[in-house]
Each structure stands twice: as C-alpha cells, then as structure tokens.
C-alpha cells in the first residue's frame, strides 16, 4: 500500500538532512584548516569516519571471498583523492563553489553512461556553468586558480571512485564497500595528516574533538541516512534531490562561514544544478546503486 501523509515525504526529509550533515562537516573542515591545514582536516576526517564506519557495518564480519583487491584500492585511493582534493579547494574558494565543481564529476560519468543525444545538451550546461566560474573570465577573475583546479581534482576523484565502485564484488552491500574505502583512505591520509602536524595552532585534544565530530557529520550520519533513504526513493526523486547540494552549499556557506557570492557566480552554479536536475529527470527511474552513492 502506498504510504501516504508525512511518510510519504519522510525519506525526502532525511536525505535533505543527510546534505546538511556533509554541508555543516565542510563548513567545520572550513573552520578547521584555519588553525591546521587540508592534510591534516582529511586525516582526521578519513581517520574517524573509518573507525566509526568499521563498528557501524561490523567489519569484522565480512566476507572477503571474491574480493577485487585492484579495483578495491582504486576504489580507496579514489576516496582519498577526491576529499584531500575538496578540501584543499575549500580552502581556498567558497564552499557552494568548490561543491558545484566538484558534482561535474558524477554528472559527466551519469551523461557518459547513457548517450543519449538530449545529454549532450546537459554537458554544454555544465560547461558554461563551469566556464563562469574559471578565473579565466572577468566574471570570477578574482577566484583562486588553484582553487578550482583542486575542485576539478575532487570531480575527477568521484568520477573514479564511481566508476571503480561499479567493478567491485557482489559482496558489497549497503555501507560495506564505503567502509573498507574509507579504511584504505586513511590508511594513506594518516600518515600525511601526521606530516604536515607542525602547522598545528590548537592544543592535539581540541584537533581530536573536531576529528570525531567532523567524521559523524561529513560519513557516519549521512551515510546512514542516505542508506535508508535510497531503499525508499527511486533513483530519479533521489537523483534530483542530490542535484540541489551545491545550493545548500552555497547557503550554508553563507550562513556559517559568511561567503558572499556574485551573480554569476550564483547563475553559473545554477547552470551546473539546471545540468544536474535535467540529467537526472531524464534518467531511468529505477533503484540508486547503493555503492557508489557518496560524498
């Protein structure tokens, strides 16, 4: 029986409230790398969401037959590409600018996919959305350059860690394949956190606060509720919802972290959503692919 009142919108409701969670963990990592630097923010991100990710899904317990080891270090090191790189760019440019960029990269693979003709068009709104925003133009000259060269960096680090996602084993279900990910991500981004730890300005108690606090908002608690709602929402109400992160982005950066943005910075990351939202309606609507669904 369909469901019908509030329930009906529950999963909508969660899966916005999974957004803001990664949202207000950037906006942290933000506050973070003032008194650190993006090595250190991604060690300790990548550190506490593993550990949390470990005992959330019982590691211990999985099955490792049939494993892929190349495509599951891929899938980790793609992990620790596309956060170190993000991070970096927030570092650097406004929050709902780096998040914009960065959603090219599982757009561009989502468009690539399916060749349909109409896709192209999307692809030449993502491209104008993006051209507005490289400093190459009057319109964002005063953006940093290497701001939105990590920002691409992070694209292409989703792109992979959706691509690589798609060859795992069977025995990836639910958080498995994010958790063994997250593993091998700070297996690798622990030791450059440690470093890069001269840069520190806060006592190493505060830096562990900010870890776990940063590692339940930016994983635990939106992986979880986006676990829930993917098995309530088909891939297309999913996919839409999704296509609005970079204007929370821009909105929680405005609010928390008093980023300003100039129209076309604003038109272009409506371009790039526009891009996102007409992709994704087109899509077929059937079930989200569980493991490559994340941030």
């Known amino acids: 029986m369909p469901k019908t009142g509030p329930a009906k919108f529950l999963p909508m409701l969660l899966l916005l409230a999974a957004m803001a969670s990664f949202q207000l963990g950037a906006s942290l990592a933000t506050d973070l790398m003032k008194h650190s630097n993006p090595f250190v923010a991604t060690a300790l991100r990548q550190g506490f969401s593993a550990l949390f990710l470990f005992f959330f899904v019982k590691l211990w317990r999985f099955d490792w037959r049939g494993v892929k080891l190349g495509a599951l270090v891929i899938y980790g090191l793609s992990l620790t590409l596309m956060n170190l790189a993000f991070y970096m760019?927030?570092?650097?440019?406004?929050?709902?600018?780096?998040?914009a960029i960065e959603f090219i990269g599982p757009l561009f693979v989502g468009i690539i996919s399916s060749r349909r003709p109409l896709d192209f068009l999307w692809i030449l709104v993502a491209a104008l959305g993006l051209l507005l925003l490289l400093p190459i133009t009057n319109f964002s000259a005063h953006l940093d350059a290497a701001g939105i060269f990590y920002a691409l960096l992070?694209?292409?680090?989703?792109?992979?860690?959706?691509?690589?996602?798609?060859?795992?084993?069977?025995?990836?279900?639910?958080?498995?394949?994010?958790?063994?990910?997250?593993?091998?991500?700070a297996l690798v981004t622990i030791p450059m956190g440690i470093w890069q730890s001269s840069e520190l300005t806060l006592p190493i108690t505060q830096f562990i606060l900010y870890g776990a606090i940063l590692g339940l908002l930016s994983s635990a608690i939106p992986y979880s509720i986006e676990m829930f709602a993917l098995k309530r929402l088909p891939r297309r109400s999913f996919s839409l919802l999704m296509s609005l992160e970079p204007a929370l982005a821009a909105l929680v950066g405005a609010l928390l972290l008093s980023q300003t943005l100039g129209l076309p910075q604003k038109l272009a990351i409506g371009l790039i959503i526009l891009a996102?939202?007409?992709?994704?309606?087109y899509s077929e609507d059937k079930a989200v692919n569980d493991k490559i669904i994340v941030q």
Not at 158 to 180: M, R
């Open 89 to 99: 760019a927030i570092a650097r440019i406004p929050l709902g600018i780096a998040v």
């Open 276 to 281: 996102s939202i007409g992709s994704s309606y």
């Open 154 to 185: 992070a694209a292409i680090g989703w792109a992979i860690y959706i691509l690589s996602g798609h060859h795992l084993g069977k025995n990836f279900e639910g958080l498995n394949a994010v958790a063994i990910g997250m593993c091998i991500s």
